[in-house]
């Protein structure tokens, strides 16, 4: 006869199923009207007796909402709901990626198409509030370098913070979208060892040239640090493995 122990372990979510209940949470207080643009959310430890669940899985799922353009973290103040352009929700991309098996490279060169060009926009159109953005996410970085997971949100964020700062809300709903999609795809792996410092640095020089208004270097550097995280994710080794994605059946196939 099985315990009724053993069915309550059987019955316990893990952490990633825990911090999927909390962005359900989040999300159900926003569509209610209880939490609008700007809002600040209740602290960790109310949001762990509201939910349920440990502080671990409340932080994994602010983290992720944070990655998807949802949530902004401001040191000091609190957590608040995104009052920037809007978020497209990345979960029919994410979806999408594991129906058709996007590959890292299409990742990556979507990425290129979009953010070369975001990140020369920025360096001609950015103000004191967007640079400001950019660069604590720069200070972020090199701050949890031996954070992984904290270092790839502020990575995450780095990205977002420049196409905000691009003056086209259409573009950095886009690239928020995309961003999204590639936190999901870096979280599971991002604890492998490697030095991120190069990375944190390189970022920091986009930043640099955003800040001195140079398109043509801000683009360079954009397409250059791209290129080097691309080779990074190849040298850890090949992708995971995928089902073979769904075809539409030929005409007449049954």
């Known amino acids: 006869m099985t315990s009724s122990t053993t069915l309550h372990a059987r019955r316990r979510p893990t952490e990633g199923m825990a911090a999927d209940v909390v962005i359900g949470h989040i999300r159900a207080l ?11 959310l209740p602290p960790e430890r109310e949001l762990v007796r509201e939910i349920g669940v440990s502080r671990t899985s409340v932080r994994a799922g602010l983290q992720a909402l944070a990655a ?9 103040a ?11 929700d990345s979960e029919p991309l994410n979806f999408l990626a ?16 979009l953010e070369v060009g975001v990140a020369g926009m920025a360096a001609e159109r950015a103000t004191g509030n967007g640079l400001a953005a950019i660069a604590e996410e720069v200070t972020g970085m090199f701050a949890s370098i031996d954070d992984a997971h904290a270092f790839l949100l502020h990575d995450i964020k780095f990205h977002r913070a420049v196409a905000a700062a691009c003056g086209n809300p259409i573009l950095a709903s886009v690239v928020d979208m995309v961003s999204g999609m590639f936190y999901e795809q870096r979280r599971r792996t991002a604890a492998r060892g490697r030095d991120r410092r190069p990375a944190a640095e390189m970022h920091r020089q986009i930043y640099q040239a955003i800040r001195e208004h140079d398109r043509g270097r801000a683009e360079q550097l954009m397409a250059e640090h791209l290129q080097m995280a691309e ?13 073979a994605p769904l075809r539409p059946a030929a005409a007449g196939q049954r």
């Not at 926003?30 to 600040?40: D, I, N, Q, T, W």
């Not at 957590?79 to 920037?84: E, K, L, P, Y």
């Not at 080779?231 to 089902?243: A, F, I, N």
Request: glycine letters at 14%; zero cysteines; proline letters at 8%.
């Open 30 to 40: 926003v569509a209610r009207g209880e939490l609008s643009p700007g809002a600040r």
């Open 68 to 76: 998807k353009g949802l949530l902004v973290t401001r040191h000091g």
């Open 78 to 88: 609190g957590t608040f709901i995104a009052n920037g352009p809007p978020a497209l």
């Open 98 to 113: 594991a129906l058709h098996g996007f590959t890292r490279r299409e990742t990556f060169e979507a990425r290129r198409t």
């Open 231 to 243: 080779h990074e994710q190849e040298s850890e080794g090949p992708e995971p493995m995928r089902s």
